[in-house]
């Protein structure tokens, strides 16, 4: 766990997929036991089509939580797993998935005002 | 563009995220031209804290756009890009982004009913 | 194509991964037309354990190949691919396979000699 | 660790790259507290122009190598890093970097032969 210059506790904002070779072309219900995985540990996850994205307060957590997660889809019978991982890890602000979303969105609206959009 | 075997037309779910580097930690402002090159094309996308989606009827098409986004970040002023590209190409059944989330979840309701969780 | 401003030819460097879903486990049989077809271009490319990577004057013309390569897997009979890509594109000064990698370890030996190693 | 069902030692391959945001477009001094980190745990890596690429004896192993590089980097004075991980963890056989470099050479050096190339 860390803390920013301001006192406020870090967070680091993670992605992940985790992809299970070789049992068909349909692979989505290899990768519940994963999301099962974090739910077990009180990990609030966002699902997206592409990847799952979740806070932690560091990259040693975080990087618990996926090769648990990778682990667990490896129960069900899988024999190979390609598991992609990014980590934003930010220092010299708390930052968040809310608060990323929002400052892009911000920006974003800002540059239609000045545009005329 | 392609046409599924029962007819129906191919898609393909892109995920990618920009990197501009030297230009401070907050970076968000630089990536706006590059949405704004998305909504130019009538491209409808998901932005996450992590990453964008979006869906194409080919790779070529979806690379195309991403290399118009990436472009537009380098009008800001910015000389180094890292950019990030996940393709998911399914062939022998039509994938959407609502369609693969909702087969994530039904499944994970379907393994929670199970389980009696 | 793109040329900086010492009138050099810009370069990006570009590393892919393709991954065949539903094929078996052992997939490298099925990489092999992606390898071809960038053979059939002229494009000289570096494999490694975990992605290819190769130089092209542009983010377009880079993404070309690719799209090739991916869809070459295709004609294998596979029927589901997810493929990553990694573009680094630096604009102040030409960067290169080989002067990335001379960068690097040049900074290394330069660290180890000042601490002594 | 992990034992193969046939008593060989199980190894993942992982590739990551580490990106520091903010401290200008030439980054490879940055990257050298990272790889030096590797060395002092006696890791052998691979460095290529967009990754540095190693094998472990498990995802756990590996992304505790991978945690400790990434903080390393923070030591440099860097306030954002975005780090990317791929992990190739098979279980159904020994993988390792050149096994997997030489049996895709392998693949492409037989097709070459059958198409008379």
Known sequence: MGILSNGEERMVVVEFS????????????????????????????????????????SVKEALEVIAAAHEAVFKTGVNRIVTMIKIDDRRDKKISMKGKVESLLSHLKKNR???GD
């Open 18 to 57: 985790i992809i299970p070779l070789g049992v068909g072309t349909s692979v989505s219900k290899f990768i519940v036991p994963a999301l099962k995985e974090m739910e077990k540990r009180n990990i609030k996850y966002e699902v997206t089509s592409m990847c799952t994205i979740f806070e932690a307060n």
């Open 113 to 115: 005002d000045e545009c």
